[in-house]
């Protein structure tokens, strides 16, 4: 009967001991990753006032305490909630392109709007060129019809 009463007061300050202090700062490190689904996935875990975010908290909290890592944390919330629970989407596969999507098409945008200003001023030059032609064929036409009727 002691034995057991050892053995369990041996093993309880092995996992006790383990155990390391959590600053805020570490564990809103982590929450600041985490949507909350008790906020409809529209705060983090560290903005949600929610009950369910509390939760969350702790076990990442205890997590922490234990010594798993910022990637196992992750990892473990999305393989229960998905993908959807990360604040910011992985960069690879589909992700990837959602995740550098708006840089794309802020260079597209500014290669589109370099060509339209080089066709917008290469049209004016040529209507330059065609005024300058139009006033010599003028200036021709005339000095033919004076000529003419002379």
Known sequence: ????????????????????????????????????PGCDYIYTLTN????????????????????????????????????????????EGFYFTAWWFPYFLLVDIAALAALLLYLWGRRGRIRAKQVIADS???DLIESELRRFNQ
């Open 48 to 91: 949600c006032p929610s009950a369910e975010a509390a939760q969350m908290r702790e076990i990442v909290k205890e997590k922490l305490q234990s010594g798993e890592t910022k990637e196992e944390i992750l990892r473990y919330f999305e393989e229960i909630y998905g993908p959807r629970i990360l604040a910011q989407p992985k960069r």
């Open 136 to 138: 010599e064929d003028e």
């Open 1 to 36: 009967m002691y034995v057991f009463i050892y053995i369990f007061l041996f093993s309880f300050l092995l996992t006790h001991a383990e155990a390391r202090e959590v600053t805020l700062m570490e564990l809103e490190e982590v929450t600041d990753l985490i949507m909350s």
